[in-house]
């Protein structure tokens, strides 16, 4: 495939996944914030939220699903974490 063709293909696809990635990132800090501030029921929402987004990352190939599984780990154990410290 010539070089050039390779250059517009990879320009297309980073508009069409930009938005995605804004989104997961979004989420997953809005998750951050909600478990560094100790509501459980705003936490837990939060959470929940950000790891659908992340699956829906995985399936549009946006992310590898390694990564995100890595991910979905560590906040399910921050929320664990907080949990067990407001009980």
Known sequence: MPAKKAGRQQVKRAVRTRGDRTETRSAMAKALRSVESGDVTEAETAVHDAL??????????ILHKNNVNRRKSR???????MKAASA
């Open 52 to 61: 659908a987004t992340l699956d829906r990352a995985v399936q549009k190939g």
């Open 75 to 81: 906040m399910a154990a921050q929320l664990n974490k």
